[in-house]
Nanobody, 112 residues
């Protein structure tokens, strides 16, 4: 299971930090990732982190977002800086090879 929090309304240029508490699997052994989905679009992988802390980002967020993890707390994070209106979406976390079970996601709205 995945429980995402931290979304909200933020002005362009602002920052948010999303958190995802994971359970039901061996978190330490799995790659984790953040995804986002807007209505009418496919769910998009935007950031991933391996169990050895190797990270990778989609071009659309590279340089603005930072993914990290805390293996003690079974939590993945997404620090989002310099937010743009086009980042408005629902953000989800899952494993790097995603489970069929998704959390509720957390909604991020970037608007003045």
């Amino acid at each position: 299971q995945f429980a995402e929090t931290g979304g909200g309304l933020v002005q362009p240029g602002g920052s948010l930090r999303l958190s995802c508490v994971a359970s039901g699997f061996d978190f330490n052994m799995r790659s984790m990732a953040w995804y986002r989905q807007t209505p009418g679009s496919e769910r998009e992988l935007i950031a991933g982190i391996t169990n050895r802390d190797e990270v990778k980002y989609a071009d659309s967020v590279s340089g603005r977002f930072t993914i990290s993890r805390d293996n003690v707390r079974n939590t993945a994070y997404l620090q989002m800086n310099s937010l743009l209106p086009e980042y408005t979406s629902v953000y989800y976390c899952n494993m790097g090879h995603p489970s069929a079970v998704w959390g509720q996601g957390t909604r991020v709205t970037v608007s003045a």
